[in-house]
């Protein structure tokens, strides 16, 4: 009997000693950690004090208003989020307007379909240069002509760009992974262009999708390029970009010298700047709209004001002029940073103020979500070149040889 009991006290230890542990799932913290942090950052932020701008008193200016305005058809204003592809938003904008214009169909059209396309021929481009080009996230307005005419466009249901559960459009990752691919190629000199695109088009399509080669539009099965062509109605042909600089000589096409231009398009209609703004408010007056790219870095730019203008403290608006324009370009303090589309036009108190409907971030800051409003003395002194469709412009196009 003693040594059955024995054996029962024996098991018994036994399973206590060897039963097993559960498992349970948690989230690791250590808040004390996150204190220090929290303690270190504020810290920091006392020490250095964030630089204040000095702008307008827009207080003082009497900024019009959308209910003042009666737009031109656009689709609503869209966010290019984490992205710098504002050329295309803009212009992207500007088509679906020519498209209403042309045929009254109002169709969304999928601006990342052209930033896919524009990747690959800039990686052509670096390829045929061995690394010599310029590689960035940046482009011009009309770089939509030169995709469009090679690839068509698509309705933006039919390439969202992005995928279905991500709420904005982030390409930081994308293009970080882009250049360091490029990098690698360069260092390494391999210059094979077939097998670069093809690893460049995973790393788009892992991130963007693939485009489509088809797609169903309204119980038809088209192509890009005929949907653009028998639906969209678009002539790419009949698009021309106006530019003002003194430096290029008046009444020839001129290259537009800056970086965004990475393909040397040599197509820009140089003009004067009174024709070049006369030329540009005449046709919102009519009915067109215009996709316009400049400068968006001064301080008379305010997004909380939804407003643009050029100070008297920088330069009174009497005294804009080609030579003032030219200046600030020549100097490096009118950049080509942003692409917008204008689809309004108000005089208001002397002046005339534009309707803007931009892709920015800024852009949703203030009241008026998704646009701005720039007095004229913002465009004449900032904005550098515009796409329009030839009609409006036909009367200048008739002084170039």
Known sequence: MKNLILLFVILYLSVEIFAQDKGIF???????????????????????????????????????????????????????????????????????????????KEIKLSEMFTVYYEYLDRVNEYVNTRGASYFAEGSQANALRRIYR??????????????????????????????????FIKEKNIWNLE????????????????????????????????????????????????????????????????????????????????????????????????AIGGDVSEAGLNSYADAAIIPSFDIPAQFIDEYSCQFRFSNGTTTDDHGIHIVGIIPKDGTNWYLIKDSGSGAQNGKAKGYYFYREDYIKLKMMSYLIHKDAVKDLLMKFK
């Open 26 to 104: 948690i989230e690791r913290k250590n808040e004390t950690w996150d204190k220090i942090q929290e303690t270190i950052k504020k810290e920091e932020e006392k020490k250095t004090p964030t630089k204040k701008s000095f702008i307008p008193d827009f207080e003082k200016i009497k900024v019009p208003t959308l209910d003042d305005f009666k737009p031109i058809w656009h689709n609503p204003p869209v966010m290019q989020a984490s992205t710098n592809t504002c050329w295309s938003f803009s212009a992207t904008s500007f088509f679906e307007s020519e498209i209403y214009r042309l045929t009254k």
């Open 195 to 290: 097998e670069v695109l093809n690893n460049v088009k995973s790393i788009l399509n892992y991130y963007l999708g693939a485009p489509p080669v088809k797609f169903a539009y309204n119980g038809k099965v088209l192509t890009p390029k005929e949907f653009m062509e028998n639906e969209a109605k678009l002539l790419i042909d009949d698009y021309v970009d106006i530019l003002s600089l003194l430096e290029y000589g008046y009444y020839k096409q001129v290259e537009y010298d800056v970086p965004d231009n990475w393909w040397n398009d040599s197509s820009f209609y140089n003009v004067p700047l009174d024709e070049y703004m006369n030329t540009l408010r005449n046709a919102i007056i009519n009915g067109y709209t215009v």
């Open 150 to 183: 090679k690839h068509g466009c698509v309705p933006h249901y039919a390439f969202p760009g992005k995928p279905a559960e991500q709420t904005y459009h982030n390409h930081s990752k994308m293009h970080k992974e882009l250049e360091t691919y490029l990098k």
